[in-house]
């Protein structure tokens, strides 16, 4: 393990708690993208939410066609971004209705990731949970309310006794406003879970075939139901959201005018004063 601490800014926070939250039943994850200084500082500034393979419990891990298609994507934004050497450099998934804490599945994922990039972190977001007042220290709560969002940051080390984890501290560094970025990521979200619905109206459909009607009234009534709740919970809440940050930037972009319109004028004036005083 080698990773001293993760910065993550609040824009990459905030899409893994909203993909998080996305539902409460499943566990969800996706990649985390950034750079890592020399001092093995590893900072995240992109998040690349993964469509799940297996949705059982503690089954989430990238595959490894998804982590050679996410690096190819990391290659893409460092490119047109920053210019910074990009690349994948963690996974994050959610625990719903229980603690933060990695399980002995997430040690052995983490573990073998790490084995190729010893920098590799993991982030766990633990949601719909209730507050213990055993848990340790470093779990971060967002808030004390009863159903509480904490975070825990990680790597994975090798033991007589198997793989454990080893906490990281994890910083969360302030964007001035909501990116572009941010909104890019956040609506990749229902695409992604509704492909997640539509793979699996599929499978269901190969399994049955169509001449049970029973059967396919039964599997589309289950799929529609699912995009609809994705609509109600998710889609429009964030359609909402979205439309409040637009119009936050409507407003700032008429301060920003005026404020450029008073400058001018002052400059014109300082401009006809320095004019007479040569003169
Ligand atoms: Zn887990």
């Known amino acids: 393990m080698t990773a001293r601490r993760v910065e993550v800014t609040s824009d990459a926070f905030y899409g893994c708690v909203t ?3 996305s539902t409460e ?10 750079d890592v200084d020399n001092d093995h500082v590893v900072r995240i500034s992109v998040i690349l939410p993964l469509r799940r393979m297996d949705k059982r ?12 298609a996410a690096a190819v994507q990391a290659e893409a934004w460092a490119m047109g971004s920053s210019g910074r050497q990009h690349r994948v450099i963690g996974w994050y998934h959610s625990h719903p209705h229980i ?10 994922t983490q573990f073998t990731i790490q084995r190729m990039d010893k920098d590799f972190i993991g982030i766990i977001i633990s949601c719909f949970h209730t507050k213990t007042p055993s848990e340790p220290y470093h779990r971060v709560a967002m808030t004390d309310a009863v159903d509480r969002v904490q975070v825990t940051c990680f ?6 006794h198997g793989h ?38 599929e499978a269901s459909l190969a399994q049955t075939g169509d001449k049970d009607v029973i059967a396919l009234l039964q599997n589309i009534s289950v799929y529609t139901q699912a995009l609809c709740s994705i609509m109600d919970i998710f889609a429009i809440p964030m359609l909402h959201s979205l439309q409040s940050c637009l119009s936050e ?31």
């Open 19 to 21: 993909h998080a939250l």
């Open 25 to 34: 039943m499943e566990e969800v994850m996706g990649l985390l993208v950034g």
């Open 57 to 68: 419990k503690d089954r989430v891990e990238p595959s490894p066609e998804q982590l050679c």
């Open 99 to 108: 603690t933060s804490m990695p399980s002995h599945v997430d040690c052995g």
């Open 155 to 160: 790597q994975a080390a090798e033991t007589r």
């Open 164 to 201: 454990v984890s080893c906490h990281v501290p994890l910083d969360i560094t302030p964007t001035a406003a909501p990116s572009q970025l941010l909104a890019d990521q956040l609506v990749q979200i229902p695409n992604l879970l509704f492909k997640e619905e539509q793979s699996s109206l």
């Open 249 to 279: 930037y409507e407003r700032r972009k008429v301060s920003l005018r005026k404020e450029k319109q008073d400058l001018e004028k002052r400059l014109k004036v300082l401009r006809r004063t320095k004019t007479i005083t040569e003169v």
